[in-house]
């Protein structure tokens, strides 16, 4: 196993030209944001930050005291980069600007402080989504339509898990790596590269609790799945769902398998709940970088041309084969 920290392989691509200098203190900034979120996350109740804020999200979804905290840890990390002109966050309805103290830099990141957050007071896996592009307009203030591109022009997009072991997994356009927090020195440390999704899937993670909900093509496609061995698939299937993207991201990536949030029938002007630009984006990244497929039932997830920054998005990912399999069902 390779002893490489994060440090060292970003300065390695700098210096064979292979990655912008102005880069690695954006990828840093938010690699240390997610360092101090890891640290409260262990304290939990210790270091008082379960239970709710009190407040909502622009999506009407109440907000834990730990989404808060970790969106302004994210805010502040990257702003003191000096490399980003705007900052787009689940957690804050409009665009944030880098105040004006702080240098403008060629850089848009879209995140997602603290996914899972229904995971958060209960102790189980959560995590941070993150998705970095080249501003159009350089070196100007952000507005919304800056951030409104689609997600094949991310220059770098992960996510950082707080799991048993926090993990940091991310993509420059050319495979995923995987690093591991030392607890003992505080670094990232390289631990694997190149991960790949095995084309066939033996697992899936849908929230079946939605069922009767479901467009046919994805009633279709899991009652295929769950007739097992007799049914049209001809393989017994097995079921996970963490509820929590970060966690079934990671999975995926490490033992294979399929993740879908289709839209369904309840609010037909809702395309789903996921977000396109701070969740399935990145996530379609990393699963295309990984051999792995992103769809949005009909179309390349990283294809749309977003519209507005906290758009929602029906979303099947993981191997290729289903994949394929369900975006096929849809086309019927
Ligand atoms: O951010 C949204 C999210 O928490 C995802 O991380 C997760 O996959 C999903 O919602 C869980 O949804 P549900 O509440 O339907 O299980
Ligand atoms: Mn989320």
């Known amino acids: 196993m390779s002893a490489m920290t994060l440090q060292q392989f970003l300065s390695r691509e700098v210096q064979f030209g292979a990655m912008d200098p102005k880069l690695p203190p954006v990828i840093l900034s938010i690699t240390d944001a997610c360092k101090t979120i890891s640290h409260k996350v262990r304290q939990g109740a ?14 009407g979804e109440d907000q834990k ?17 000096g490399q980003v002109c705007g900052l787009a966050s689940e957690e804050v309805p409009e665009v ?3 105040p004006a103290d702080y240098p403008i830099g060629p850089y848009l990141v879209a995140f997602d402080p603290l996914d899972g957050s229904s995971n958060i007071d209960i102790n189980v896996s959560i995590g941070s989504i993150f998705s970095i592009t080249t501003a159009v307009r350089p070196k100007r203030e952000a507005v919304e339509a800056d951030f409104l591109q689609p997600g094949n022009r991310q220059v770098c997009a992960g996510y950082v898990m707080y799991g048993p072991q926090t993990q940091l997994v991310f993509t420059l356009g050319k495979g995923v790596l995987m690093f591991t927090l030392d607890p003992n020195t505080g670094t990232f440390v390289l631990v694997q590269e190149n991960l790949r999704v095995p084309a066939e899937a033996k697992e899936f993670a849908i929230n079946c609790s939605n069922m009767r909900h479901w467009e046919a093509p994805v009633k279709r496609y899991i009652d295929e799945l769950l007739a097992g061995e007799t049914g049209p698939r001809a393989k017994n299937y097995n079921m996970r769902w963490v509820a929590a993207m970060v966690a079934e991201v990671h999975r995926i990536l490490q033992r294979g398998g399929i993740f879908m949030y289709p839209r369904d029938n309840r609010d037909p002007k809702k395309a789903g709940k996921l ?10 990244f990393l699963m295309e970088n ?5 769809t949005n039932g009909h179309m390349r997830i990283l294809d749309i041309e977003p519209e507005s920054v906290h758009q929602r998005v029906a979303v099947f990912l993981g191997a290729s084969e289903e994949v394929d399999t369900v975006t096929g069902y849809h086309a019927q």
């Open 275 to 284: 977000r396109l630009l701070y969740e399935a984006n990145p996530m379609a």
């Open 65 to 81: 005291k730990l989404d808060v905290i970790s969106n302004d840890i994210f805010v502040e990390a990257l702003c003191a980069s």
């Open 96 to 98: 944030i600007s880098v």
């Open 46 to 59: 210790l270091a008082g930050v379960l239970g709710m804020a009190g407040t909502e999200n622009v999506q």
């Open 290 to 294: 990984a051999g792995g497929r992103a």
